[in-house]
């Protein structure tokens, strides 16, 4: 790197001062400094008609991967010059009452509300999740229905796999300018931003939903409960107010969305917890799930599963959820049994 200083300049103006000549045949004086059109490299001309070529391209693969908060994988960002690495924006809800914020922390919703999973009101997108009663376990609550807003258009993926637009019943696949909505296997719900790239999926059968970001294309100033994607944990429980909060309760509390007619109830009490559901959190850390355990740590998915699973549904849908970010890796475990979690329950 060179800077100008004013010897620099003197000797310039004293020296017989001879002209550079760029590549459009232009002429440029010692001191000038021009851009190739590659937008890769700079050219700064010297007295003595010489010149200096600069390098910007950046190859990333030479550079250390950052450590994610989120404990994913840094993804390859491709850009005009090279390229760099960045940590995966990626949300997830894991059961009924698990989300996992951008940058890795996570909670539990315990009401049948609804709720802002994520806003970003400077491209216009807002994402709620609608929480009821499951079908097959009615004290629990579920996934009922995930709704993306997004320039004046509202999509509702259901968990009975219907899919309306604007509150109309669509066929899928369906796609516009702003979306494409597919299912796959009947169970799990696609929406790929056409514009922004984000890609969100809901597979209501697993309690599971993951929002991914398209890393070139979203702001950091985002909000609700999927936190704020900064590699920083410490902001995620923000506030409408941009205040932050170490209060999860707090928190939930201020991305409830009050809707007309519905009310929000706590459906589940405080109750007896199996030990066996809990015991078969273990599977997490047992050598089944090695090959997985050295791209994504088990810890966060263990801990959440010891925390909550009274029964053994909720236990299952924890692993199901971990053996799926494995899959998405690149790394299939057959993990479950005739006893536990069976086979033909969900596709992962
Ligand atoms: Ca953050």
């Not at 790197?1 to 550079?20: A, G, P």
């Not at 390229?83 to 997830?92: K, S």
Request: glycine share 4%; proline share 4%; aromatic share 8%.
């Amino acid at each position: 790197m060179v800077t100008l200083n004013s010897e620099f300049i003197n000797k310039v103006c004293m020296d017989l001062v001879r002209e550079c000549i760029d590549e459009d045949g232009n002429k440029k004086k010692p001191g000038d400094k021009w851009t190739l059109l590659d937008q890769c490299h700079t050219v700064t001309c010297f007295p003595g008609d010489y010149t200096v070529l600069e390098s910007h391209q950046i190859n990333c693969e030479r550079m250390p991967k950052p450590a994610c908060h989120s404990n994913l994988p840094a993804v390859k960002v491709e850009e005009t010059c090279g390229c760099r690495w960045m940590c995966p924006c990626v949300c997830m809800g894991s059961s009924s009452r698990h989300i996992v914020t951008f940058d890795g922390l996570n909670f539990k919703l315990t009401s049948n509300c609804s709720y802002t999973l994520f806003q970003d009101i400077q491209h216009d997108v807002e994402v709620l999740l609608h929480e009821g009663p499951c079908r097959a376990i009615p004290k629990m609550n579920c996934m009922d229905a995930i709704e993306v807003k997004h320039r004046g258009v509202s999509i509702q993926l259901f968990s009975n796999m219907t899919v309306t637009v604007d509150g109309e019943s669509i066929h899928i696949p369906y796609s516009s300018s702003l979306f494409e909505v597919t299912v796959y296997g009947a169970i799990m719900h696609e929406i790929k931003f056409s514009h922004l790239c984000h890609n969100l999926t809901f597979t209501p059968r697993n309690n599971e939903f993951i929002l991914k970001l398209n890393p070139k294309s979203f702001s950091s100033e985002t909000q609700g409960l999927c936190g704020v994607c900064d590699q920083n944990h410490a902001n995620d429980f923000m506030l409408r107010d941009g205040t932050v909060t170490a209060n999860s309760e707090a928190f939930i509390r201020e991305w409830t969305v009050k809707e007309m007619g519905k009310v929000c109830e706590i459906q589940r009490e405080d109750d007896e917890c199996s030990e066996r559901a809990i015991s078969h959190c273990h599977l997490l850390l047992s050598d089944q799930f090695s090959a997985c355990h050295r791209i994504i740590p088990p810890d966060m998915f263990y801990d959440a599963c010891e925390e909550s699973s009274c029964y053994e549904e909720e236990a299952c849908e924890m692993i199901t959820s971990y053996a799926h970010i494995c899959r998405e890796n690149g790394i299939c475990i057959d993990w479950r049994t005739p006893e536990f979690c069976r086979k033909g329950f969900s596709i992962y």
